[in-house]
């Protein structure tokens, strides 16, 4: 694990790029799916996360740490496991969680691109909607994922595109995207509050609860941001997607309400990283 793992190729032999997503705040991460082999085999001795959600292991591994995330990683949160197919979905909740990856995944490996051991899948971008904007240009819209159907717990694509609508359904997305606004800008400060973890985790242990939950913020707030919209969808696709934060990616995932998540394919960013365009900023916005 001390060898140079530079994800970006050829970044050691050439200036700086202009278009540097590397120096991001916080940190771009990327993953990628393990095999049985891999997940307990050469890559055994990298770190295994144990904890509450996968968007908390993305956190941390934007920190600096390079983990693995096996089947019974994820300790609190019912939807990434079946949703990355790390487990089988059980139940009418989790067979309705969609898109999701294919069971079985046997583990997946999390680090920033500049320490990731390879190659990632997929790039997970959290950024300020300013800077997403000019990714977004730089790569071409035709890039963004179409397939969200207009619905704001999957996709905040609709927000970066001039989409047709009419105007009552101009106002509604207009009212949803304030409300998820509204309950991030809640949720942030309560993240930073020991008692309101303990009961989010307490509570959210439960099929129950999280399916009833769930059923409610699906209708009106951002929905699995982060290991479904940021993370499944660009594998599934190949496309881009960007997300507003879910609950559990502001609460567990401490981020922040300015930013929203995004999930690349490692081919877009490389091009991204390796682009020679005039652009300055970085992903903080």
Known sequence: MGE??????????????????????PPPVGMRRLGAAEATGHL?????????????????????????VLPGSIQVCRWAPAVLGLKAPQGGFERGLAPRLAFPVAGLLLATPDRFPGEPEVVVVRASPAALQR???????????????????RSAVPSFTRSRRTSAQGRVSAARRALIGAVNRLLAPLARVAPWQALTRWLFRSAVV?????????????????????????????????SFFCTGGVTWGGNGPRHLASGWPWPDFQRLCNSSMPFTGDTDG
């Open 210 to 242: 999280t399916a009833g939950f769930d059923a409610l913020i699906s209708r009106t707030l951002a929905d699995m941001s982060v290991c479904r919209n940021a993370t499944a969808v660009p594998l599934l696709t190949g496309c881009v997607n960007v």
């Open 4 to 25: 140079d793992t530079t994800g970006v190729t050829g970044m050691a032999d050439r200036p700086p790029p202009l278009f540097d997503l590397l120096s991001g705040s």
């Open 135 to 153: 990714m977004i240009g730089a790569a071409g819209p035709e890039r963004l994922w179409d397939g969200h159907g207009g619905r704001l717990d």
């Open 44 to 68: 055994a001795d990298v770190p295994l996360y144990r904890g509450v959600s996968y968007c908390d292991a993305v956190r941390r591994a934007g920190e600096g740490e390079v983990l693995r």
